[in-house]
């Protein structure tokens, strides 16, 4: 007798369809795991755009091609890349604000730290000009409104300009608040190598010569470093 060839079972690869109280889950989760409120902020309205898109598609399994599924659909918003990466420059970095690959002069990428102070100041404007995407400062009209995706460098010279006459101030450039805030950061303690680092500077002798350093004899820098004898 002839045996009946075994029939083969089908194996159906199990997806991992989300649903919404999973996504919801999944989110909280996030969010918990910030202890910064300005980061748990950003990263909810990231999660929120990303809910809002996947409950709009198929449901789809969360795995790499949903992934550069989303990408695409950014990218296709014609945001710029880092909005595209991360929904923008500014970012939670050691739980820390700062301001990511930055490309500077001579196309050296750096990051700034952003204090938080700054990022309040930052937080009122981007309320007041109802920003949630793109470029954080845009082109202000006659009546108060926002318009354009960003500002041009004639426009920062303008308000430079402004602000220093308005304080009695003839001549300022943009350039003079880098050279500034070096200063200031050198003055309140800041190592070199830190505002080189902030600066984007390549080499730390250009870091001196703006911050115009000269040694110092008096309190030399040797003379308390923690081997000194007992008296």
């Not at 990408?71 to 929904?87: C, D, F, I, M, Y």
């Not at 354009?148 to 304080?167: N, P």
């Not at 070096?182 to 984007?200: K, N, V």
Request: glycine share 6%.
């Amino acid at each position: 007798m002839k045996r009946k060839p075994h029939s083969r079972r089908k194996r159906t690869a199990t997806k991992s369809v989300l649903r919404l109280p999973d996504l919801e889950h999944a989110k909280a989760a996030v969010l918990n795991s910030l202890t910064s409120l300005d980061a748990q902020r950003g990263y909810r309205h990231a999660i929120d755009e990303f809910v809002d898109w996947y409950c709009s598609e198929p449901r789809l399994a969360l795995n790499r091609i949903v992934v550069l599924r989303y990408r695409s659909h950014l990218e296709s918003r014609q945001l710029a890349p880092g909005t595209v990466n991360l929904l923008d420059h500014l970012q939670q970095r050691e739980e820390h604000w700062a301001i990511v690959d930055l490309i500077g002069k001579g196309g050296h990428v750096r990051t700034v730290p952003v204090p938080d102070w700054v990022r309040t100041e930052l937080d009122d404007w981007l309320a007041a000009a109802a920003i949630d995407r793109g470029k954080l400062f845009r082109r202000v009209n006659k009546v108060g409104r926002t318009w354009g995706d960003g500002m041009t460098v004639k426009a920062v010279w303008h308000i430079v300009k402004e602000s220093a006459r308005s304080i009695g101030m003839a001549k300022l450039a943009p350039h003079d608040l880098r050279r500034t805030c070096a200063r200031l950061c050198h003055a309140s303690g800041g190592e070199l190598e830190q505002i080189q680092f902030l600066l984007g500077h390549v080499s730390v002798q250009t870091t001196e010569r703006y911050l115009g350093c000269k040694q110092r004899i008096r309190s030399a820098v040797n003379d308390r470093i923690g081997i000194e004898p007992n008296p």
